[in-house]
């Protein structure tokens, strides 16, 4: 295929915080190199130009323009944002042959990139994973996306075959669970010498600070077990290993998706109302104009602006026992089917309610119910969260 009239897009996430929007420049820079064609830097929101304006700018100079994208897996913006933004793309700019490719997901020059991050944690912590009972952590960041989190655990699984680590878990640090706190604790019940945590980012921002804080907190915790963070995956040159066959894949029509586990094309137990292509679009539309105006949200990667509420069900030994999580499971799911539910919902450890559980606390308004059973956790939603009003029959205390 001739490329002397041909152009790559690289679509970053962007950031308000500089330094990573310049490691998308950095990258599509090395990208060109390695191809021989223009790369052009674009994102999805929070930096400049969006990918509206990239593929214009582009489009006045080539006729066949190739879209990278530098997600790490197939969540939400992969699935509609990019999509929708290609597709408008395609109709402002019809003599020009666009393609959409895929994000990096499961690659083998991945997985070595990885492998060598462990290997620098393990100098620094004078441990050697031959003669020494190792485990390493995988963080990323989580996903609402059930496919996106399942490639988190397949990518922990790959880094651990071939390999002479004890253990290779996957984890979180937010979104979805498990969470790193939990898993560290989790391992640190089977006493190995080292736990080395690899945060699965591509920056050194607010995510990968978090994950380092939370590695050294738990190291000052447990004396007995070495711990430390490894960097993110940077813009090591491997990375362009990657981003090659994935352009290489999506301008020859090549690209392969997961679409037997994708929550828009099959029904997956708590996601059924996700299904289809109009519901991703519609989702991909909203979300972009819930960005569109974030002047006020401070440098965290991705944060959207807080929730009204937060809510807090005890998950310890009592509450468990009486049904804590069904209780949890089924608050999350009204949650997602309420058009007016603004709330995060959590578990907690002991609220100091044994006995009287399950517990469930709502915050701003600090109204604590008890003996609340998975039928009560939609009254709990439809009435307080969704119109403020307090199921009263549940209260147990108010703070």
Same mark, same amino acid.
């Given at each position: ?30 990208? /060109?190199? %390695?191809?021989?064609?223009? &790369?052009? $830097?674009? @994102? *999805?929101?929070?930096?400049? +130009?969006?990918? =509206? !304006? ?106 651990? /075959?071939? %390999?002479?680590?004890?253990? &290779?878990? $996957?984890? @979180? *640090?937010?979104?979805?669970? +498990?969470?790193? =706190? !939990? ?113 006020? &949200?401070? $440098? ?6 807080? +929730? ?26 009204a949650a997602r089917d309420s058009d007016a539910c603004e709330a995060r919902i959590t578990r907690s450890s002991c609220l100091g309610r044994c006995g009287d559980g399950p517990m469930v606390a709502v915050y701003p308004d600090g109204v604590w119910y008890g003996d609340v059973d998975g039928t ?24």
């Open positions: 295929m001739d490329r002397d009239d041909e152009a790559v897009l690289l679509v970053g996430h962007g950031s308000r915080r500089e330094r990573s929007n310049e490691q998308v420049r950095e990258l599509a820079a090395g990208l /060109e190199e %390695r191809l021989g064609i223009p &790369v052009d $830097a674009g @994102f *999805i929101e929070l930096a400049s +130009p969006s990918i =509206d !304006e990239a593929i214009a700018g582009l489009a006045a100079t080539v006729s066949r323009i190739t879209v990278v994208q530098l997600s790490l897996f197939a969540a939400s913006h992969v699935k509609t944002d990019v999509p929708l933004a290609v597709r408008t793309a395609r109709s402002a700019h019809s003599d020009v042959e666009i393609h959409n490719g895929s994000h990096l997901g499961i690659h083998p020059a991945i997985v070595d990139l990885l492998d060598d991050r462990a290997t620098t944690v393990e100098d620094d912590l004078e441990v050697d994973r031959a003669d020494a009972n190792v485990a390493v952590v995988v963080c990323a960041r989580g996903s609402s996306d059930p496919d996106a989190n399942g490639d988190v655990h397949k990518l922990a699984r790959l880094l651990r /075959e071939g %390999r002479s680590f004890d253990r &290779v878990a $996957a984890s @979180f *640090i937010g979104v979805t669970e +498990p969470r790193l =706190d !939990e898993t560290l604790h989790r391992i640190a019940t089977d006493r190995p010498d080292a736990i080395i945590v690899l945060p699965y980012m591509l920056g050194d921002g607010v995510l990968t600070e978090r994950i380092r804080d939370g590695t050294a907190a738990f190291d000052d915790e447990y004396p007995y077990v070495d711990a430390a963070a490894g960097d993110p995956l940077g813009t090591d040159s491997r990375l362009l290993d990657v981003l090659g066959d994935r352009w290489q894949a999506a301008r020859t029509d090549s690209v392969e998706m997961s679409c037997d586990t994708c929550k828009y094309k099959v029904e997956l137990d708590g996601y059924e109302e996700d299904v289809g292509g109009a519901r991703a679009m519609l989702r991909a539309m909203t979300h972009r104009e819930s960005h569109a105006d974030r002047d006020d &949200v401070d $440098a965290e990667p991705h944060a959207h602006d807080a +929730p009204e509420a937060h809510v807090a069900v005890c998950t310890n030994q009592t509450c468990a026992a009486d049904g804590a999580p069904a209780v949890l499971e089924r608050l999350r799911q009560d956790a939609e009254r709990i939603v439809s009435s307080h969260l969704d119109r403020g009003r307090i199921v009263s029959d549940l209260v147990d205390v108010t703070l």
